[in-house]
């Protein structure tokens, strides 16, 4: 029994000693405008958590970093030039052999809402809780890998955005209040997964929407009151869409419309194509 114990406890001393020997460094990164009247964004963070949200500081961006070192490479690359500050952000397990896990490299980083910003984030292996609502986004293009998180707009854009363009793979994503980006075109590309897209929020113009989705499913909601076309391939043997007729008329094969739509001063272009997935549209105020 003696013998027992004593095993017992060097084993859970041996436990002790290598967990405690990893070793978070914490920092925070600031990245100044320098004068800069605009912001061109460039953020590649390949494994961990990332946290984005708005903030009033005059600096383009300020980062809360948590992180092993001994696990983790990173790079801050900022420069002002011609008025615009180009903004290259990364951060990447330095070996693949590496047990690395999500705790091991945490990003809390809040952007300027003082700035215009065209921002191009890659997000490979990661959970990610993007809040981009009130910054003046002039343009948004997302790659996500093996992702789960947010991307919301809680606020409405103070600027027209004139791209959205969203990338997902094997992905558990959600993309809230999309009305509020107030955007011109937006695309998304679902590979394997399942996403939300609920396009409620401060909707204002004529917006564009295109969705692909692969071997995954997509709930897609839309806003009471907005005008909408949908053009969707319906006879698909392996695909499946869903879409409540009652609301529109059925103006082509496979396309349908609201009765005001051709007048409408805020409405929505939705052209769906599916396929091995489903999607399901529903109108919620």
Request: proline share 4%.
């Amino acid at each position: 029994m003696k013998l027992i114990m004593l095993l017992s406890l060097g084993l859970f001393a041996v436990t002790f000693a290598s967990g405690s020997a990893r070793t978070m460094d914490q920092e925070k990164k600031v990245i100044p405008a320098d004068g800069a009247q605009r912001v061109n964004l460039d953020l590649n963070f390949g494994l961990g958590e990332l946290t984005i949200s708005p903030g009033s500081d005059a600096d383009v961006a300020v980062i809360d970093l948590d992180r092993d070192l001994s696990r983790v490479r990173e790079s801050f690359e900022y420069e002002t030039r011609g008025g615009t500050a180009y903004v290259t952000l990364e951060s990447r397990p330095r070996s693949k052999s590496h047990n690395l896990d999500s705790h091991d490299n945490i990003w809390d980083m809040t952007l300027s809402n003082r700035l215009p910003i065209d921002a191009r984030l890659e997000i490979g292996v990661c959970e990610a809780d993007v809040e981009l609502g009130g910054l003046p986004l002039t343009g948004l293009k997302v790659e996500m890998g093996a992702a789960s998180g947010t991307i919301s707009f809680s606020e409405p854009n103070p600027k027209r955005l004139k791209e959205i363009n969203i990338e997902a793979g094997a992905s558990s994503l959600k993309l809230l209040d999309l009305g509020n980006a107030r955007f011109d075109y937006m695309k998304f590309s679902g590979g394997a997964g399942s996403f939300d897209l609920d396009f409620r929020g401060k909707f204002e113009g004529e917006s564009e929407v295109v969705i692909e989705v692969g071997v995954a499913s997509a709930d897609i909601i839309l806003p009471e009151g907005v005008a909408v076309r949908i053009e969707a391939e319906e006879d698909n043997w392996f695909s499946s869409i869903d879409i409540p007729k009652r609301k529109l008329e059925r103006v082509d094969d496979g396309v349908y419309e609201s009765r005001d739509y051709a007048e409408a001063a805020n409405r929505i272009l939705l052209k769906i194509e599916v396929g091995l997935g489903s999607v399901d549209v529903r109108w919620k105020p």
